[in-house]
């Protein structure tokens, strides 16, 4: 049994396991009381003149204590990170690790202004929303209850955030980073004289592109999605 879990734990798509296992052993330090939420949120203060900063990187892995919020956020954590890099991104992860800088680089601008103190669940809406634009096609079904596109999934978080009386800056920090990038990846560049502004260095794709493993096995919402996206491309 436990070789199996090892076996399916390596199985995860490299981005998606580190960034699920760091969230995952964060909010264990936390629950254990090895560290304080007050160590991890993001203080430009601290940061700056202290120079605390693994702050930067510690704001994106806490989604709270132990609890609904917890398990909801890491759920679809999980399954839209990997989606995505078993998706669009298969073969290309250091564009993935791109993304990931440039959504983190571009909240932590936004942060220093919306006095937002974690930024993990913005992180999330974002790859969510890039996921969503990405898979026009797929029908989603929300709890039972809402029947809808796939591009709608995000505004449907933030109705739903809105209904628990949670704060929606975050929800719309989301999408509004995860359309930046989706404009800048997959808009501009194919408008006339638009050109790809996000090049990855040639460094990180020495770093994280390998040869694919011939016993890799994708999730299989991630199979059907490249089927439909495949017969929407034959349609135009």
Not at 19 to 31: E, F, K
Request: hydrophobic residues 50%.
């Amino acid at each position: 049994m436990a070789h199996s879990f090892t076996q399916e734990y390596f199985q995860i798509p490299v981005v998606t396991r580190a960034y699920t296992t760091a969230c995952v052993l964060t909010t264990a330090a936390v629950q254990l009381d090895v560290i304080t939420p007050f160590q991890l949120y993001f203080n430009p203060d601290l940061i700056i003149r202290r120079y605390q900063i693994w702050r930067l990187i510690t704001s994106f892995l806490f989604f709270g204590s132990l609890g609904f919020s917890f398990v909801f956020n890491l759920i679809f954590l999980y399954r839209y990170c990997r989606m995505l890099e078993e998706g669009c991104f298969r073969g290309r992860t250091a564009d993935f690790v791109v993304m990931f800088l440039f959504g983190g680089i571009v909240m932590t601008l936004f942060g220093l202004f919306a006095n937002i103190f974690f930024l993990g669940q913005a992180f999330i809406i974002m790859l969510v929303y890039v996921w969503s634009r990405r898979h026009p096609l797929i029908r989603m079904n929300f709890f039972g209850l809402l029947t809808f596109q796939a591009p709608f999934l995000p505004w449907v978080l933030m109705g739903f955030s809105l209904l628990l009386g949670n704060s929606i800056v975050i929800d719309l920090l989301g999408i509004s980073v995860g359309h930046m990038y989706y404009f800048l990846e997959d808009v501009f560049p194919n408008q006339p004289g638009g050109r790809k502004l996000l090049t990855t260095p040639e460094l990180l794709k020495a770093m994280f592109d390998r040869p694919e493993d011939p016993e890799y096995r994708v999730l299989q919402e991630e199979q059907q999605g490249g089927a439909l996206q495949r017969a929407e491309e034959q349609h135009n």
